[in-house]
């Protein structure tokens, strides 16, 4: 499956961005997925993650409350919604599908897209 995360930019502390990233090449319902974000120098990160149905989500207390994964099946698309930006929170963000019910660490992650940077500042 081939992935392209888009709808990275400038945000102002506070601000609000939504990514989402297209699915090709394969099945998308099968997949579970993810978002994972590497922010300059610094190791990825893993910031949400979705069941194939979109029933079941999970993130970590970085991001808890703040940020919100969801799926389109029918569009092939999933979305990470970004709430109450901070400027700890610019990275690129990649997409990302596995094969388990929930990946919740990197490593369970199959096919990656190629990022899309979100820069948070005043």
């Known amino acids: 499956v081939q992935l392209q995360a888009s709808g990275g930019g400038l945000v102002q502390p506070g601000g609000s961005v939504r990514l989402s990233c297209a699915a090709s090449g394969g099945t998308f319902s099968v997949y579970s997925m993810g978002w994972v974000r590497q922010a300059p120098g610094k190791e990825r990160e893993f910031v949400a993650s979705?069941?194939?149905?979109?029933?079941?989500?999970y993130y970590p207390d970085s991001v808890k409350g703040r940020f919100t994964i969801s799926r389109d099946n029918a569009k092939n698309t999933v979305y990470l919604q970004m709430t109450s930006l901070k400027p700890e929170d610019t990275a690129v963000y990649y997409c990302?599908?596995?094969?388990?019910?929930?990946?919740?660490?990197?490593?369970?992650?199959?096919?990656w897209g190629q990022g899309t940077l979100v820069t948070v500042s005043s």
């Open positions: 990302a599908s596995g094969s388990i019910v929930l990946p919740t660490r990197i490593n369970q992650y199959d096919y």
């Open positions: 979705i069941s194939r149905s979109g029933g079941v989500t």
